[in-house]
């Protein structure tokens, strides 16, 4: 674009560029320095499968696009290209990304999809209108009307489901926080103090982190060199002596009975600890099967004979 490169001419695009790079420097040595700790999360929590959600999850968020389109096409209006190069621009900033996204989201299974895409919409509104290269000969303002009621509609509807909790859709994970709830009142119950740091075999720890009462730290080391491991984004500085004054409660995996579940994380990085156990039977979502947990209990310093 002729706009766009006489752009580069002038100093001011290259202070900018001078200036995200500051902006983005610390993190990008932040992430060298700690073996890209925070990326190996993100890894941890996607699969690797076609996963053809992502076009359900674009029609859910551009649906309003798609009927706008329809409405133009129908009243014999026409959409193309902008002439433009602002426009061109813009529309090229919003598609580069969000091709990027589809792709990755179409190989790699993870949650919230919809998260990533809601933004665009925003954006894709205003560019739908200035890509109108011929209006339609019919007015829409009463169609409009309506899309405005339909609008109301679905906003009711929301918050009515979000409300009365209908199909679980009310509360998100709300079988992992029963579960953490009930895992923390044992704690609470057993040692009459908060629960300062979990651990365990599964990830399901990591909600403990976000949903429990008393904001627990991880008690998983730092130890940037480890490649078996995910680095403890949580809680960089935990050590043996934090352990033995506050004790820990440890997840076992998923459907592992407690004879079955040795611990071996915990015991790898501390085995200066001997791990009382009880299992707990719950459910990761109001209509799921029921799972087992083996829930590992370190007792706090007051418990002296808990450790080796």
């Known amino acids: 674009m002729p706009t766009v490169r006489k752009s580069y001419k002038k100093p001011f695009i290259y202070f900018a560029i001078i200036i995200w790079i500051i902006i983005i420097m610390p993190n990008i040595l932040w992430l060298i320095k700690n073996n890209y700790a925070s990326l190996q999360w993100l890894n941890s929590q996607i699969t690797y499968q076609i996963n053809v959600q992502i076009l359900s999850s674009i029609l859910f968020v551009f649906y309003p696009i798609i009927i706008g389109i329809g409405l133009i096409y129908k009243y014999h209006g026409q959409i193309s290209w ?8 813009a529309i090229f900033i919003v598609l580069f990304p969000l091709i990027i996204i589809f792709f990755i989201f179409l190989f790699f299974h993870g949650k919230r999809i919809t998260e990533w895409l809601q933004p665009f919409m925003i954006i894709a509104t ?3 209108i ?10 829409l303002d009463n169609i409009l009307l309506y899309l405005i009621v ?3 509609l679905v906003f009711t509807s929301y918050i009515i489901i979000l409300h009365y909790n209908i199909y679980g859709n009310g509360q998100k994970m709300i079988g992992i926080k029963n579960i953490v709830k009930k895992s923390e009142y044992k704690w609470t119950q057993k040692y009459k103090r908060p629960l300062k740091y979990v651990g365990g075999e599964d990830t399901l720890y990591h909600w403990f982190i976000v949903y429990a009462k008393d904001r627990p730290h991880s008690i998983q080391p730092w130890i940037p060199n480890n490649k078996q491991n995910t680095l403890n984004i949580y809680h960089k500085n935990i050590n043996i002596n934090d352990i033995k004054k506050y004790g820990a409660l440890l997840i076992g995996k998923k459907n592992h009975t407690c004879t079955e579940e040795k611990f071996i994380n915990m015991n790898n990085y501390w085995p200066q600890f001997i791990i009382n156990k009880e299992l707990l039977k719950d459910r990761l979502e109001p209509n799921s099967e029921m799972i087992l947990i083996c829930l590992g209990f370190i007792s706090p310093m007051n418990n002296q004979k808990d450790i080796n």
Do not use: C, D, G
Request: proline share 17%.
């Open 82 to 89: 902008p002439k433009n190069e602002p426009n061109q621009l």
């Open 126 to 128: 205003p560019l739908l």
């Open 130 to 139: 200035s890509s109108i290269s011929i209006k339609p000969e019919k007015s």
């Open 150 to 152: 339909i609008a109301i």
